[in-house]
């Protein structure tokens, strides 16, 4: 599917999904200037342009009558803007979630919803750099081998990693997990396909790849969520000896060789989701926190979904 590329319907799309799934203010000790879905419909225009904050507040200048569609008898500041991100705070008590839940509902309704989930994950950047800073990095790296490595160590430590379950169909994101630093995948698979399960109780088939591989998730999909698992195999040791476990000795059979035109090929619409977040929101991530971090990744899991639904009213 396509995203829409229209700020104004994104805008409006935005409030009335936060008008549903927030409260109308976030303290009721705050200036009451602006409700917290009007600060998040901005916010999501912010996303969806790839604009700081302050670019975000000359644009919404320059377009005062989408802020005037949405009730807002003024433009926020870019202040402004900061402050409700934080005051948003998508990852206290489950906001995040409530909103997804709602948005998964009206793509249930629009019948747009179907029966398999595929999980991969990514990794971004913590901030922007251009391509000469990134050869003179590498170049570096390559006459000094050891401080390389320790700063790879460290680096890998902090890198925001974000992980998704995307329905083939669709590209909607079903659920999403951002966390800092890398390692196993393994992790990351029960709540995963739990919160997409939650939300599609219809899902039939779950499918991911090597870094996914274990008994226990496909123990956990099958008997605990009657959810086929599709996962193949890699991990471990490589050797001649069949892998433990009866589901990975089986998926090593069924996933022999090639995969195309085979239900385990649609997993690679997981990865054109991931590819669809960094093109159109970009691959670098503003926020400097780790907490403001994942925040802005559930933001732009958000605005991913709601351009989606926005190109299919457009249809």
């Known amino acids: ?36 879905p009007q600060l998040f419909a901005c916010l999501v225009v912010k996303e969806h342009q790839r604009k700081s904050y302050r670019e975000a507040e000359m644009l919404l200048r ?61 990794l971004y950047d913590t901030h922007h750099r251009s391509r000469h800073y990134e050869q003179r990095c590498r170049h570096y790296a390559s006459q000094h081998k050891s401080t390389a490595n320790a700063r790879r160590s460290r680096s ?39 919160d997409a399960w939650r939300r599609h109780p219809r899902l039939r088939v779950v499918l991911a790849d090597a870094g996914y591989d274990s008994e226990a998730n496909h123990r956990i999909a099958r008997h605990d969520m ?48 991931n590819s669809m977040l960094k093109r159109n929101l970009g691959d670098a991530l503003r926020a400097r926190t780790p907490q403001g971090r994942q925040a802005e990744q559930l933001l732009r899991i958000i605005t991913h979904n709601i351009s989606l639904l926005c190109d299919e009213e457009e249809g």
Request: charged share 25%.
């Open 1 to 36: 599917m396509l995203t829409c590329k229209s700020p104004r319907k994104v805008m409006r799309v935005a409030f009335e999904l936060a008008r549903q799934t927030l409260p109308k203010y976030a303290s009721k000790f705050s200036r009451h200037d602006f409700t917290l």
């Open 62 to 122: 320059d377009a005062a009558h989408w802020c005037r569609a949405i009730g807002m008898k003024k433009v926020p500041d870019h202040n402004t803007l900061c402050r409700a991100f934080a005051a948003l705070n998508l990852l206290r008590r489950g906001r995040g979630s409530k909103i997804l839940d709602r948005l998964v509902h009206w793509f249930a309704v629009a019948k747009l919803l179907g029966l398999t989930v595929a999980i991969d994950s990514t």
């Open 156 to 194: 890998a430590k902090r890198s925001p990693k974000l992980c998704i379950g995307v329905c083939t169909r669709s590209h909607l994101i079903l659920s999403g997990r951002p966390r800092t630093g890398m390692g196993s995948d393994c992790r990351d698979f029960e709540p995963l396909l739990f």
């Open 226 to 273: 009657n959810v086929r698992s599709l996962i193949k195999t890699g991990a471990g040791r490589p050797g001649k000896k069949p892998p433990a476990g009866y589901y990975r000795r089986l998926m090593k059979k069924q996933l022999k060789g090639s995969q195309r035109g085979k239900k385990y090929a649609q997993r690679a619409q997981a990865e054109t989701a």
